[in-house]
C-alpha cells in the first residue's frame, strides 16, 4: 500500500476503498482542497451535486469555472470501468456531465477502460467486451451532444490511446507508480496509469490546450495527480487538467459505504418501479427509530438516512422541499416508510425516463459512430509522425 493512502482506519486507492472513509482526512492526505462557498456560486447551472457539496473537493477548480464562465473551450473527462452492469450510482456522474455541457457547451470525453478492468477482474476479455457494449448503452442513453461527445473505448481506440500512453508511460517512473497506487499484481496495472494519462490528456490534444476538468469519485484522484505530474512537462502543450472530486453514493445498507462492500443489493437501471420500491423499502438504512411511537415522539435522522441522503444527493431538486421533508423527518411528523416512499417514487421516475432512451436505441454500431473520435481528432491527437501512412 501506498504509505499516504493507508492508515489504522481506512484505505482509498483506485483500486481499493475500505472503511469508514473521513472525507476531510482523506484531502490532507492526497492534498486536495475542499470547495469554497464561492467556487460552488459560480458553478454554472448550480447542479445539486455541487449546491449540497456531493462534489466535494477540487484542484485547480478556479481555473476551469473562469474559462466555464468566461464562453472559452472547456471540457470534462469522465469515465467508466466497464466490469458489470451499471447501477444508479455509476451513471449520475454522466448526467452531471451533461448538465455542464448543456450549461457551457463543454467537450465531454468518456474513456471506457476494459483494459484496466481485465487487469483486475476475474472476467474473460469476452466478458468484458460485453459489459463494455452494455455500458455504451446507458452511456448513450444519458443523451450527451455527439458533436461535443467522445466516447473513447481503449482496445477499439488503440490506434489513439496506444502511442499516447506509450508517450506519458516514460514520464512515470516505477517508484512513482508504486508510491501512488501500491505494487500491482501484474505489469498490465503498472502500465495502466499512463492510459488513464491518455485519457485525461485527449481533449486537450484534440482541441488544443484549454481548461479541462475530471469530475470523479475521489478514489480516482491519484490518476489525475500523476496526469497534472505529466501535464506540466515541457514535451506537452497541455494545461494541467483540474479535478472536480465527489463522495461516494450511498449504497443502501448505509452512507459512507462503496458499492461493493455491503450485502445490500444495488439499484440497477434495469430496475422497474416496483423492484425500487422493494429494494428501498426493505434495505435503505434508516435514520428513524425503531417503533412507531418512539418515531412519533423523537423524530428521525436524517443525515444518516439512505432514502433521505438520494433525495439530498441528487434527486430532489427544490432546496424548499427537501428542507422540508428534513424538518418533518426530525420532527416525526414524517415516517421512514414514507420518507422511503418519496426517495422510491423520485429514483423510478428518473430510471424509467433513462430506460425509455436506452430502449430506443436500435443498431449500436450506428448509433455509437456519431461519438467516435473522427479521422481528423485521431490524427490531431496522436503523436506526431506515428502511424504508417498518415
Ligand atoms: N478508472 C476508472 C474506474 O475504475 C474508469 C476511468 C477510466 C475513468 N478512465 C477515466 C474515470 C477517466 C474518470 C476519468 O472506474
Redesign the pocket.
Known amino acids: 500500500m501506498p504509505e499516504n493512502a493507508t492508515s489504522d482506519d481506512f484505505t482509498v486507492t ?1 483500486y481499493a476503498v475500505e472503511g469508514e472513509v473521513d472525507y476531510r482526512e482523506l484531502l490532507d492526505r492526497f492534498g486536495a482542497d475542499e470547495l469554497t462557498d464561492d467556487q460552488i456560486a459560480r458553478f454554472p447551472g448550480q447542479h445539486p451535486m455541487v449546491r449540497r457539496r456531493v462534489f466535494y473537493a477540487g484542484r485547480d477548480v478556479d481555473r476551469f469555472l473562469e474559462s466555464a464562465n468566461s464562453g472559452r473551450t472547456v471540457s470534462l ?5 466497464p466490469s458489470g452492469p451499471m447501477h444508479l450510482g455509476h451513471v449520475l456522474p454522466f448526467y452531471f456531465a451533461k448538465h455542464l455541457q448543456e450549461q457551457t457547451g463543454a467537450h465531454v470525453y468518456v ?3 476494459d483494459d ?2 481485465y487487469f483486475t477482474k476475474d472476467l474473460s476479455l469476452a466478458e468484458i467486451g460485453e459489459y463494455t457494449r452494455e455500458n455504451l448503452r446507458d452511456l448513450l442513453a444519458v443523451g450527451f451532444d455527439p458533436e461535443r461527445t467522445r466516447i473513447v473505448i481503449d482496445t477499439a481506440d488503440a490506434d489513439v490511446v496506444y502511442p499516447l500512453a506509450v508517450q506519458f508511460a516514460k514520464h512515470v517512473t516505477q517508484s512513482t507508480m508504486e508510491a501512488t497506487y501500491g505494487r500491482p499484481d501484474n505489469v498490465g496495472l503498472s502500465f495502466y496509469p499512463a492510459v ?1 494519462i491518455a ?2 490528456l485527449l481533449p486537450q490534444l484534440v482541441h488544443g490546450r484549454h481548461a479541462s476538468m ?1 469530475p ?1 469519485a475521489v478514489d ?1 484522484d491519484p ?1 489525475v495527480r500523476l496526469a497534472r505530474d505529466v501535464a506540466a512537462k515541457e514535451a506537452f502543450d497541455v494545461d494541467k487538467p483540474a479535478a472536480l472530486l465527489s463522495k461516494f453514493l450511498p449504497t443502501l445498507d448505509g452512507p459512507g459505504k462503496m458499492s461493493s462492500s455491503g450485502d445490500a443489493p444495488g439499484i440497477y437501471l434495469t430496475d422497474d418501479r416496483e423492484t425500487v420500491e422493494e429494494k428501498i423499502q426493505t434495505h435503505a438504512y434508516s435514520g428513524g427509530k425503531s417503533s412507531l411511537d418512539a418515531h412519533r415522539k423523537h423524530g428521525g435522522d436524517p443525515e444518516v438516512d439512505v432514502a433521505y441522503q438520494l433525495l439530498a444527493f441528487y434527486f430532489e431538486d427544490d432546496d424548499a422541499t427537501l428542507e422540508r421533508l428534513a424538518d418533518e423527518y426530525r420532527s416525526g411528523d414524517l415516517l421512514s416508510g414514507e420518507l422511503k416512499a418519496a426517495a422510491a417514487d423520485k429514483v423510478a421516475d428518473f430510471l424509467e425516463a433513462h430506460r425509455e432512451r436506452r430502449e430506443r436505441i436500435g443498431d449500436l454500431e450506428a448509433e455509437f459512430e456519431p461519438y467516435r473520435l473522427t479521422e481528423d481528432e485521431r490524427a490531431r491527437a496522436r503523436p506526431e509522425g506515428v502511424g504508417l501512412f498518415d
Do not use: A, C, M, Y
Open positions: 483506485p473527462v469522465t469515465g467508466r470501468g474513456p471506457l477502460s484496466e478492468k488513464q485519457h485525461l475530471v470523479i480516482q490518476h
